[in-house]
T-cell receptor, first 108, second 115 residues
Framework: RKEVEQDPGPFNVPEGATVAFNCTYSNSASQSFFWYRQDCRKEPKLLMSVYSSGNEDGRFTAQLNRASQYISLLIRDSKLSDSATYLCPFPYGQNFVFGPGTRLSALP | GAGVSQSPRYKVAKRGQDVALRCDPISGHVSLFWYQQALGQGPEFLTYFQNEAQLDKSGLPSDRFFAERPEGSVSTLKIQRTQQEDSAVYLC?????????????FGPGTRLTVT
């Protein structure tokens, strides 16, 4: 089983702050990775795909560091609505292996 | 378009009962996955279908768990003789192609409580 390592948090950040967290993975030949967010008692929803060149979408920036085997998610100007658990599944064959997720709480 | 749907959304079963959980994937999606998610944990892989073929069932925790997708669309996860440790959220996801490099889209899940 390929493990995914994440800091479970919680990350408590004030509104407007910038927060970043990483997800480390075992060796993988996959070309793409993903960030999902999961709200309490809801299903995971795709936030961003992370390709070799990275990806930016508004306040969110995702990077892939293949040499160090981690992906990162940077959230700028945090909003209360960003409070959720962030998951970074590790592509393993056709499947995803999930870690515990990182919990983010944006505080007023 | 419609996303992945699951039914029932909530199920309470007495220990020893059999349950059947249904998943309707996004139309045209080849791959279908079942996951089990315990409270405070990430989803754990159970089984995977490519069309009607069950290609990986390595995550099924016991032979009480059985999944099928007979026509390559709707899937059913069946749990026989439920035990308390089966209490969890069961998530279904579908993907357009049979490749882990593609996004998976999740349904709302079925929350199973075994009493």
């Amino acid at each position: 089983r390929k493990e995914v390592e994440q800091d479970p948090g919680p990350f408590n950040v004030p509104e407007g702050a910038t927060v970043a967290f990483n997800c480390t993975y075992s060796n993988s030949a996959s070309q793409s990775f993903f960030w999902y967010r999961q709200d309490c008692r809801k299903e995971p929803k795709l936030l961003m795909s992370v390709y070799s060149s990275g990806n930016e979408d508004g306040r969110f920036t995702a990077q892939l560091n293949r040499a160090s085997q981690y992906i990162s998610l940077l959230i700028r100007d945090s909003k209360l609505s960003d409070s959720a658990t962030y998951l970074c599944p590790f592509p393993y064959g056709q499947n995803f292996v999930f870690g515990p997720g990182t919990r983010l709480s944006a505080l007023p | 378009g419609a996303g992945v749907s699951q039914s029932p959304r909530y199920k309470v079963a007495k220990r020893g009962q059999d349950v059947a959980l249904r998943c309707d994937p996004i139309s045209g999606h080849v791959s279908l996955f079942w996951y089990q998610q315990a409270l405070g944990q990430g989803p754990e892989f159970l089984t995977y279908f490519q069309n009607e073929a069950q290609l990986d069932k390595s995550g099924l925790p016991s032979d009480r768990f059985f999944a099928e997708r007979p026509e390559g669309s709707v899937s059913t996860l069946k749990i026989q003789r439920t035990q308390q440790e089966d209490s969890a959220v069961y998530l279904c996801a579908s993907s357009l192609v049979a490749d882990g490099s593609y996004e998976q889209y999740f349904g709302p899940g079925t929350r199973l409580t075994v009493t």
